[in-house]
Nanobody
Framework: QVQLVESGGGFVQAGGSLRLSCVAS????????MAWFRQAPGKEREFVAS????????NYVDSVKGRFTISRDNAKKTVYLQMNSLKPEDTGVYFC?????????WGQGTRVTVSS
């Protein structure tokens, strides 16, 4: 059974930083490209960043370029999202999933709240 568990969210003031982690189990993690998604209050879930299985390729939504960095540690079956210079519009629940995402892999997410 595949399980993705996100952590690291919290409450932070604008300009602050957070580091999110996502630990995978029940899956050959190194075989998959991984991604982070987020869902803001009242909005649909959106893509934030992705990373290839070998960490050579990363992609970001324009709104986070230069502020967020995605990385992974295949030995630890973990993908990270370093978020700097946070803005109130970054508020939401952050999820990880394979890329492209699999419906069965969605976890509970981790909540990020950025105050102005």
């Amino acid at each position: 059974q595949v399980q993705l568990v996100e952590s690291g969210g919290g409450f932070v003031q604008a300009g602050g930083s957070l580091r999110l982690s996502c630990v995978a189990s029940g899956v050959t993690f190194s075989n998959y490209a991984m991604a982070w998604f987020r869902q803001a209050p009242g909005k649909e879930r959106e893509f934030v960043a992705s990373i290839g299985w070998g960490s050579r390729t990363t992609n970001y939504v324009d709104s986070v370029k230069g502020r967020f960095t995605i990385s992974r540690d295949n030995a630890k079956k973990t993908v990270y999202l370093q978020m700097n210079s946070l803005k109130p519009e970054d508020t939401g629940v952050y999820f990880c999933n394979k890329n492209p995402p699999a419906k069965a892999y969605w976890g509970q997410g981790t909540r990020v709240t950025v105050s102005s």
